[in-house]
């Protein structure tokens, strides 16, 4: 372990074995960091925060404070970051509250670029990118291998499918599909995500069926009801369409037309 000496870290916080703390970084009572993990200078973790093993946090950042939320009451809510994430400069992550399930989640092999701000009980899962300035409100889902342009942003609630692709400065007010790639203020859909899929094993006959799901949802002229009852029925067939279907069933907010 190997602290700044004008750092300052609370007796109570808990640092694994090989953990850095940078220069001016202040560390609060209630947080746990894993191995390996490295806390750049003048980054401020607070809050009931727990980080993993492996991570890199860059100067600037503002790890588990209090939500933007004025509901919030300082209930003992709770920041947990997986393992082996890059948190670049600037970054602000906030914890939950108790009118959700007291927690926002980051999970392993992001990459966050700067200035991106994840609000209080917002849910990311794995392998994600966050270009510069990309910013999620409250209670915000976002699946594992999406990627959100720079300066996208996305509405509270709104669920963001796995393996999908926002441009720049797009603006999420309904949730996006997995595989769907999108544009716009409102966000439009312009295709999929296939060179991703290509890049993540996904085979050809895979992403041909994704595509005629896609064709399915948008261009065949069907009620959004309509559309998930053919997908469904294609997904017995072709297991690459099940979370496609089963996304847009669960869907809350309706989805990206």
Known sequence: MSIHPTAIVHPG????????????????????????????PHVVVEGHTKIGRDNRIFQFCSIGSEPQDKKYAAEPTRLEIGDGNTIREFCSFSTGTV???GLTRVGNNNWIMAYVHVAHDCMVGDNTIFANNATLAGHVTVGDWAILGGFTGVHQFVRVGAHSFCGVGTVLLQDL????????????????NSEGLKRRGFSAEGIAAIKRAYKTLYRNGLTLDEARKQIAEAAASAPELQQFSDFIADSGRGIVR
């Open 177 to 192: 599909p997995p595989f769907v790639t999108v544009s716009g203020n409102p966000a439009s859909p312009h295709g999929i």
């Open 13 to 40: 916080a808990r640092l694994a074995d090989g953990v850095q703390v940078g220069a001016y970084s202040i560390i609060g009572e209630h947080v746990e960091i894993g191995e390996g993990s490295w806390i750049g």
């Open 99 to 101: 009118q959700d399930g």
